[in-house]
Protein backbone atom coordinates (compact mmCIF):
# COMPACT_ATOMS: atom_id res chain seq x y z
CA UNK A 1 0.00 0.00 0.00
CA UNK A 2 1.51 3.32 -1.04
CA UNK A 3 1.08 6.70 1.50
CA UNK A 4 -0.97 7.68 -0.90
CA UNK A 5 -3.63 5.02 0.18
CA UNK A 6 -2.80 5.14 3.22
CA UNK A 7 -4.17 8.74 3.47
CA UNK A 8 -7.47 7.37 2.43
CA UNK A 9 -7.64 5.66 5.97
CA UNK A 10 -6.01 7.57 8.55
CA UNK A 11 -8.69 9.17 10.66
CA UNK A 12 -8.53 12.73 9.62
CA UNK A 13 -11.21 13.69 12.35
CA UNK A 14 -9.48 16.86 14.13
CA UNK A 15 -11.79 19.83 13.77
CA UNK A 16 -9.42 23.28 13.49
CA UNK A 17 -9.84 25.61 16.61
CA UNK A 18 -8.21 28.95 17.68
CA UNK A 19 -6.21 26.60 20.01
CA UNK A 20 -5.45 23.93 17.80
CA UNK A 21 -5.41 25.57 13.93
CA UNK A 22 -4.71 24.06 10.65
CA UNK A 23 -1.30 24.44 9.06
CA UNK A 24 -1.51 25.63 5.12
CA UNK A 25 1.51 25.51 3.31
CA UNK A 26 0.68 26.99 -0.18
CA UNK A 27 3.57 26.36 -3.06
CA UNK A 28 3.99 28.34 -5.94
CA UNK A 29 5.68 27.12 -8.98
CA UNK A 30 7.82 29.46 -10.10
CA UNK A 31 9.69 27.91 -12.83
CA UNK A 32 10.56 29.57 -16.07
CA UNK A 33 7.35 28.01 -17.89
CA UNK A 34 5.44 30.14 -15.38
CA UNK A 35 6.48 33.36 -17.31
CA UNK A 36 4.53 31.63 -20.00
CA UNK A 37 0.72 32.61 -20.84
CA UNK A 38 -1.66 30.42 -21.13
CA UNK A 39 -4.90 29.89 -23.20
CA UNK A 40 -6.41 33.34 -22.79
CA UNK A 41 -3.43 34.85 -23.16
CA UNK A 42 -2.74 35.43 -19.52
CA UNK A 43 0.75 34.80 -17.59
CA UNK A 44 0.39 31.57 -15.52
CA UNK A 45 2.46 33.04 -12.84
CA UNK A 46 0.33 35.83 -11.95
CA UNK A 47 -2.76 33.27 -12.11
CA UNK A 48 -1.16 31.23 -9.49
CA UNK A 49 -0.55 34.59 -7.40
CA UNK A 50 -4.40 35.09 -8.09
CA UNK A 51 -5.01 31.73 -6.86
CA UNK A 52 -2.95 31.87 -3.96
CA UNK A 53 -4.68 34.91 -2.60
CA UNK A 54 -8.37 33.78 -3.48
CA UNK A 55 -7.39 30.92 -1.14
CA UNK A 56 -6.23 32.57 1.97
CA UNK A 57 -8.95 35.08 1.14
CA UNK A 58 -12.06 32.08 1.43
CA UNK A 59 -10.05 30.80 4.77
CA UNK A 60 -10.54 34.19 6.16
CA UNK A 61 -14.42 34.65 4.81
CA UNK A 62 -15.26 31.32 6.20
CA UNK A 63 -13.40 31.17 9.90
CA UNK A 64 -12.79 34.73 10.47
CA UNK A 65 -12.34 36.42 13.15
CA UNK A 66 -11.39 32.94 14.73
CA UNK A 67 -7.40 32.02 14.13
CA UNK A 68 -7.99 28.10 12.86
CA UNK A 69 -5.43 28.21 10.71
CA UNK A 70 -1.79 29.59 10.04
CA UNK A 71 -0.41 30.29 6.78
CA UNK A 72 2.61 29.68 5.08
CA UNK A 73 3.50 30.39 1.56
CA UNK A 74 6.32 30.28 -0.24
CA UNK A 75 7.60 30.02 -3.66
CA UNK A 76 10.17 27.92 -5.85
CA UNK A 77 12.68 27.58 -8.35
CA UNK A 78 16.00 26.93 -7.58
CA UNK A 79 15.83 28.16 -4.09
CA UNK A 80 13.37 28.83 -1.64
CA UNK A 81 11.43 32.39 -1.49
CA UNK A 82 9.39 32.92 1.56
CA UNK A 83 6.33 35.09 0.45
CA UNK A 84 4.46 35.40 3.30
CA UNK A 85 3.03 33.72 6.71
CA UNK A 86 1.18 34.13 10.08
CA UNK A 87 -2.05 33.45 11.12
CA UNK A 88 -5.54 34.50 9.71
CA UNK A 89 -6.17 37.51 11.77
CA UNK A 90 -2.88 39.07 10.79
CA UNK A 91 -3.28 37.95 7.75
CA UNK A 92 -6.53 39.66 6.88
CA UNK A 93 -5.06 43.27 8.96
CA UNK A 94 -1.93 43.37 6.76
CA UNK A 95 -2.22 42.51 2.79
CA UNK A 96 0.37 44.33 0.96
CA UNK A 97 -2.32 45.87 -0.89
CA UNK A 98 -6.07 46.51 -1.99
CA UNK A 99 -6.48 45.99 -5.79
CA UNK A 100 -10.46 47.59 -6.62
CA UNK A 101 -12.03 45.77 -9.33
CA UNK A 102 -15.80 45.07 -10.68
CA UNK A 103 -17.46 41.48 -10.60
CA UNK A 104 -20.38 40.92 -12.44
CA UNK A 105 -23.58 39.39 -10.06
CA UNK A 106 -27.31 38.37 -10.80
CA UNK A 107 -30.00 41.04 -10.70
CA UNK A 108 -32.40 38.43 -9.91
CA UNK A 109 -34.33 38.70 -13.28
CA UNK A 110 -31.88 36.84 -15.29
CA UNK A 111 -29.16 39.31 -16.50
CA UNK A 112 -26.01 40.59 -14.59
CA UNK A 113 -25.12 43.96 -12.77
CA UNK A 114 -21.82 45.38 -12.43
CA UNK A 115 -20.58 46.16 -8.69
CA UNK A 116 -17.34 47.45 -7.33
CA UNK A 117 -15.18 44.75 -5.68
CA UNK A 118 -12.16 45.20 -3.05
CA UNK A 119 -9.73 42.01 -3.05
CA UNK A 120 -6.95 42.01 -0.69
CA UNK A 121 -3.62 41.18 -2.24
CA UNK A 122 -0.82 39.08 -0.38
CA UNK A 123 1.12 37.53 -3.56
CA UNK A 124 2.46 39.04 -6.05
CA UNK A 125 3.45 37.28 -9.50
CA UNK A 126 7.56 38.04 -9.40
CA UNK A 127 9.31 36.98 -12.87
CA UNK A 128 11.17 33.21 -12.76
CA UNK A 129 14.75 33.45 -14.31
CA UNK A 130 15.15 30.15 -13.66
CA UNK A 131 14.34 26.44 -13.63
CA UNK A 132 11.97 24.83 -10.65
CA UNK A 133 12.57 21.89 -8.41
CA UNK A 134 9.03 19.90 -6.75
CA UNK A 135 11.35 17.98 -4.59
CA UNK A 136 12.98 21.13 -3.18
CA UNK A 137 9.26 23.04 -2.60
CA UNK A 138 8.17 19.63 -0.95
CA UNK A 139 11.58 19.32 1.32
CA UNK A 140 10.67 22.85 2.48
CA UNK A 141 7.49 22.00 3.25
CA UNK A 142 7.96 18.84 5.27
CA UNK A 143 10.98 21.14 7.72
CA UNK A 144 7.88 23.45 8.21
CA UNK A 145 5.61 20.45 9.56
CA UNK A 146 7.84 19.21 11.47
CA UNK A 147 8.97 22.33 13.32
CA UNK A 148 5.19 23.12 13.27
CA UNK A 149 3.70 19.21 14.86
CA UNK A 150 6.18 19.77 17.64
CA UNK A 151 3.60 22.32 19.57
CA UNK A 152 0.45 21.57 17.57
CA UNK A 153 -0.22 17.91 18.32
CA UNK A 154 -3.79 17.87 18.10
CA UNK A 155 -4.17 20.19 14.99
CA UNK A 156 -5.71 18.56 11.68
CA UNK A 157 -3.09 17.36 9.14
CA UNK A 158 -1.47 19.78 8.02
CA UNK A 159 -2.38 20.87 4.04
CA UNK A 160 0.27 21.57 1.17
CA UNK A 161 -1.01 23.32 -1.67
CA UNK A 162 1.72 22.99 -4.66
CA UNK A 163 0.05 25.55 -7.02
CA UNK A 164 1.92 24.51 -10.98
CA UNK A 165 1.74 24.05 -14.62
CA UNK A 166 3.22 20.68 -13.82
CA UNK A 167 6.07 21.10 -16.21
CA UNK A 168 8.94 21.02 -13.68
CA UNK A 169 8.30 17.20 -12.95
CA UNK A 170 9.76 15.57 -16.11
CA UNK A 171 11.75 12.10 -16.15
CA UNK A 172 14.75 13.28 -14.81
CA UNK A 173 13.42 15.14 -11.66
CA UNK A 174 10.46 12.62 -11.10
CA UNK A 175 12.73 10.20 -8.82
CA UNK A 176 13.81 12.79 -6.56
CA UNK A 177 9.95 14.30 -6.53
CA UNK A 178 8.43 11.26 -5.37
CA UNK A 179 11.30 11.02 -2.94
CA UNK A 180 10.23 14.32 -1.22
CA UNK A 181 6.62 13.16 -1.70
CA UNK A 182 7.04 10.19 0.47
CA UNK A 183 8.97 11.72 2.64
CA UNK A 184 6.13 14.69 3.50
CA UNK A 185 2.95 12.57 3.34
CA UNK A 186 4.88 9.69 5.96
CA UNK A 187 5.26 12.56 8.35
CA UNK A 188 3.99 11.18 11.68
CA UNK A 189 0.93 13.52 12.69
CA UNK A 190 -1.93 12.71 14.99
CA UNK A 191 -4.84 13.26 13.09
CA UNK A 192 -2.91 12.09 9.93
CA UNK A 193 -0.17 11.97 7.64
CA UNK A 194 0.08 15.44 6.03
CA UNK A 195 -1.76 15.99 2.72
CA UNK A 196 -0.36 17.54 -0.94
CA UNK A 197 -3.02 18.99 -3.30
CA UNK A 198 -1.87 20.39 -6.38
CA UNK A 199 -3.99 23.17 -8.44
CA UNK A 200 -2.89 23.00 -11.94
CA UNK A 201 -2.49 26.14 -13.76
CA UNK A 202 -4.27 25.28 -17.40
CA UNK A 203 -1.52 25.59 -20.80
CA UNK A 204 -4.24 23.81 -22.60
CA UNK A 205 -7.55 24.72 -24.12
CA UNK A 206 -10.14 21.89 -22.95
CA UNK A 207 -7.51 20.07 -19.92
CA UNK A 208 -9.71 18.58 -18.17
CA UNK A 209 -9.62 17.31 -14.42
CA UNK A 210 -9.45 13.36 -15.96
CA UNK A 211 -6.69 14.34 -17.94
CA UNK A 212 -4.40 14.83 -14.85
CA UNK A 213 -5.23 11.47 -13.55
CA UNK A 214 -2.34 9.81 -16.26
CA UNK A 215 0.03 12.39 -16.17
CA UNK A 216 2.64 11.99 -13.66
CA UNK A 217 2.16 15.18 -11.12
CA UNK A 218 -1.22 12.67 -10.16
CA UNK A 219 0.99 10.29 -8.46
CA UNK A 220 2.50 13.50 -6.22
CA UNK A 221 -0.82 13.65 -4.96
CA UNK A 222 -2.67 12.58 -1.95
CA UNK A 223 -6.00 10.53 -1.64
CA UNK A 224 -8.72 13.04 -0.18
CA UNK A 225 -9.49 11.53 2.91
CA UNK A 226 -12.99 9.91 3.08
CA UNK A 227 -13.92 11.68 6.36
CA UNK A 228 -13.33 15.09 4.07
CA UNK A 229 -15.44 13.79 1.19
CA UNK A 230 -18.19 13.09 3.70
CA UNK A 231 -18.02 16.87 4.53
CA UNK A 232 -18.05 18.10 0.69
CA UNK A 233 -21.28 16.25 0.35
CA UNK A 234 -22.63 17.36 3.04
CA UNK A 235 -21.93 20.88 1.57
CA UNK A 236 -22.92 20.18 -1.86
CA UNK A 237 -23.85 16.49 -2.40
CA UNK A 238 -24.62 17.28 -6.39
CA UNK A 239 -21.16 18.72 -7.16
CA UNK A 240 -18.81 16.84 -5.75
CA UNK A 241 -19.05 13.10 -7.20
CA UNK A 242 -16.22 10.50 -6.16
CA UNK A 243 -16.70 7.64 -7.50
CA UNK A 244 -13.26 5.73 -7.35
CA UNK A 245 -9.77 6.67 -5.37
CA UNK A 246 -8.88 8.27 -8.99
CA UNK A 247 -11.15 10.54 -8.96
CA UNK A 248 -10.30 11.43 -4.72
CA UNK A 249 -6.67 11.97 -6.08
CA UNK A 250 -6.34 16.05 -4.89
CA UNK A 251 -5.00 17.14 -8.20
CA UNK A 252 -7.44 20.10 -9.56
CA UNK A 253 -7.35 22.88 -12.37
CA UNK A 254 -10.32 24.27 -10.71
CA UNK A 255 -9.52 26.87 -7.42
CA UNK A 256 -12.54 26.84 -6.13
CA UNK A 257 -12.75 23.11 -5.74
CA UNK A 258 -9.13 22.81 -4.51
CA UNK A 259 -10.98 25.89 -1.58
CA UNK A 260 -13.22 23.49 -1.13
CA UNK A 261 -11.30 20.38 0.15
CA UNK A 262 -8.52 22.31 1.65
CA UNK A 263 -11.85 23.75 3.83
CA UNK A 264 -13.63 20.63 4.58
CA UNK A 265 -10.59 19.84 6.99
CA UNK A 266 -11.53 22.97 9.04
CA UNK A 267 -15.63 22.09 9.09
CA UNK A 268 -17.88 21.81 11.08
CA UNK A 269 -17.15 25.37 12.78
CA UNK A 270 -20.04 26.84 14.61
Known amino acids: MNSSSINTYNSYNRIATTYDPLLLIILIDNSLSMNELNEDSINKGRIAADYANRIVNAFIHRHYPHNRCYFEIAAYNDKIRALCSGNL ?23 LVEVETVKPIWIEYHRSFSQGSLALGLSHAATSIVSWQVNHI ?13 KNVTPTSYSKDMAAFKKLTQISINDGAPLLYNLLVRALPGKEKEDLNNTPLSTLTSIIPLSYIDELRRADADYFQFDNESSRRGCFTDVRDVIAVALASSLPCE
Not at 96 to 104: A, M, V
Request: proline fraction near 8%; hydrophobic fraction near 30%.
Open 154 to 166: NSPAPIVINITDG
Open 89 to 111: CELREKPLRLEKGIDHISDGEGG
